[in-house]
């Protein structure tokens, strides 16, 4: 697991307030999150064995989340940057919608990052996989997957939050997932109506670039392009608190099945599963599930 790690300050209220508005929070926590540190809780918890490599600053918010990776039995390969450790600011709206603002700090240190992975990879091999996303420079992220494809390793892109890649930059990948804004930035593909065919569309244009991506649909579920077949998998129905980390929890789990030597076809529902338990709890990496929650929901 490779990315970012970051401290988050969260706050609720009624709704995101819009430009030049100001509305008063109902409640506020601080906790551990970060796509990277996320996925890797994610993964932990949903029963595999996981190694986070990532960056933290010298300070104290740094330690608090390398205790919070030991707590949850994550190795960790975190690299001391001379940036403070990343922080996050996230705005949770009544109806479980939210907004988010990262300050990169650490997690902007590729030089650190891709050191601290190079370590790490020495010992990965086939039936490893090694998931990233995108809130690291986007070199590291690269340097790493050559590095697990030489060593016969699977990589998975969460390519989040979105920016262009070219095809010789997918063809690392193996198994990409992308929300649905995601799909449709990353396929090129006009954002111009976020409509279930539109997405269709793009993620089938993402497919003859990438040999298998997941789209996640929200409270739709998701879809599953492998092998030239397309797969819709529903959601759980299940009420949403707050969805903060529901696409990391997702890509942590499914990814943890997939080690495991699960197909995608029960992988999803797997990863789709920890991910509603996820949206009914708030918090980013707090709000992950844990095995046995997850294999109850799924009997
Ligand atoms: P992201 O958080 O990256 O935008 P999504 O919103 O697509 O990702 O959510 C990821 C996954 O979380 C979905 O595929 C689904 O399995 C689950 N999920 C999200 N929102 C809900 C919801 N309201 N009810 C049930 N499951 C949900």
């Known amino acids: 697991m490779l990315g970012s790690a970051n401290h988050d300050t969260s706050v609720s209220m009624p709704r995101i307030p819009g430009p030049g508005e100001t509305i008063l929070a109902t409640g506020a926590a601080s906790g551990p999150g ?15 064995s996981t190694t986070f490599v990532g960056a933290v600053g010298d300070d104290e918010a740094g330690e608090r989340l390398r205790g919070v990776l030991i707590e949850e039995g994550v190795r960790a390969g975190l690299s001391v940057s001379e940036r403070p450790t990343g922080t996050a600011f996230v705005m949770v709206a009544d109806d479980g919608e939210n907004a988010i603002v990262v300050v990169a700090g650490a997690n902007g240190d590729g030089a650190a990052i891709t050191a601290e992975a190079a370590s790490a990879l020495a010992s990965a091999g086939s039936g490893d996989l090694v998931l990233a996303q995108l809130e690291v420079p986007l070199d590291a992220v690269l340097s790493a997957f050559r590095s697990a494809k030489e060593r016969g390793a699977t990589t998975v892109l969460n390519a989040a939050p979105s920016r262009p890649l070219s095809d010789d930059q997918l063809a690392l990948v193996d198994v990409l997932i992308v929300n649905q804004h995601e799909c449709l930035d990353l396929a090129g593909a006009p954002v111009e109506g976020v409509g279930g065919a539109a997405v269709a569309d793009a993620a089938r244009l993402l497919a003859a670039r990438v040999g298998t991506v997941v789209v996640t649909l929200g409270s739709e579920g998701a879809l599953v392009l492998s092998a030239g077949e397309a797969t819709r998998i529903p959601a759980f129905p299940v009420t949403a608190v707050d969805t903060t980390a529901a696409g990391d929890t997702f890509c942590g789990a499914l990814v943890s099945r997939l080690a495991a030597g699960d197909p995608l076809a029960a992988a999803v529902p797997f990863a789709s599963a920890a991910a509603a338990l996820c949206v009914q709890r708030s918090g980013a990496a707090a709000s992950a599930p844990r095995l046995d929650e997850i294999m109850e929901l799924l009997e």
Request: net charge positive.
């Open 34 to 48: 970060g796509k990277g540190l996320n996925q890797a809780v994610a993964a932990a918890r949903s029963g595999a």
